[in-house]
């Protein structure tokens, strides 16, 4: 399939989107080749080439702030590789045959491609308790995420894509079904939580990718039409994730709680109003 100028802009929206609910900011440079990606005047080996021309150079200039080229230097480069993945998928449902562990680690790899300190593509191998804090309420307040204890392993990640039945049969299905099935495989993927680095822009591509499959559009873009997206798809994420971490919290429960249970009751109360992650995808799916 020749791809449109149309295709392209679609390419580059969802790219954006991903990487810029990560809070990364895009560089005019790249803004400006992306441009002409879209109309046919560059591709996007191109442009990664280029990219790792003036980064290379960048990163190694004397007195170069090297913590903030990194984070602009990973803000470009996703970009360009969720870009190429999307490239050859995205209007080509049967390009994807197989979904399972092995493709979201490839998927992982070919994002963190040009980052090689985040492993990409290596699956999480601590084994001590994985968690993150994320603020909330306009920076006011904070909370706590649990994700799966102990490492990970493919089996974890094959047990919760199973769970959507035979992938070939996802399109015969009603869309509110689908929709909800994949929005329970994020959560399932999310709480896992697989790689080191990127995990959530793994997550979107991948889950696209079955929305492309099953002959639906995942439009992530449409995150931005809320007043605070980053913030109303990471509370819907992370409630999710926090209740398959701690399932029956309550009150009597906390009696005898151990610090990682008072945390996680204390973050389902703080998000006890939040948007639900199946409500969201219900509405960002066509």
Known sequence: MTLTPSHRKSIISAANASVNLEGFEISSTLASQ???????????????????????????????NRKQALAQAESDFTRIRIAQVMETTQYHPSAVSVFDAEHLKNINASILQ??????????????????????????????????????????????????????????????????????????????????????????RLFTSQIATMAHHTLDWSKVFDYENPREV??????????????????????????????EAYETQKKLANAKTLMAVMHEIID
Do not use: W
Not at 245 to 259: C, E, K, V, Y
């Open 34 to 64: 992306f441009f002409d990606y879209i109309a046919d005047k560059l591709s996007l080996s191109v442009i990664a080439s280029q990219a790792n021309l003036h980064y290379s150079k960048m990163l190694s200039a004397p007195n170069q």
């Open 114 to 203: 040009d980052m090689p300190m985040y492993r990409g593509g290596l699956l999480r191998l601590n084994k001590s308790e994985h968690i993150r804090s994320r603020t909330c309420n306009g920076g006011q307040d904070s909370y706590v995420v649990h994700y799966k204890n102990s490492g990970v392993n493919a089996s974890d990640i094959n047990q919760a894509i199973a769970k959507l039945g035979d992938i070939t049969m996802l399109q015969s299905q009603p869309r509110t079904v689908f929709v909800d099935k994949l929005a329970m495989l994020y959560a399932d993927l999310d709480y896992i939580h697989a790689f080191n680095e990127a995990n959530s822009r793994t997550l």
């Open 233 to 262: 798809l990471y509370q819907a994420r992370d409630i999710a994730v926090s209740k398959r971490s701690f399932p029956a919290l309550d009150i009597a429960s906390m009696r005898d709680a151990s610090q990682s249970e008072f």
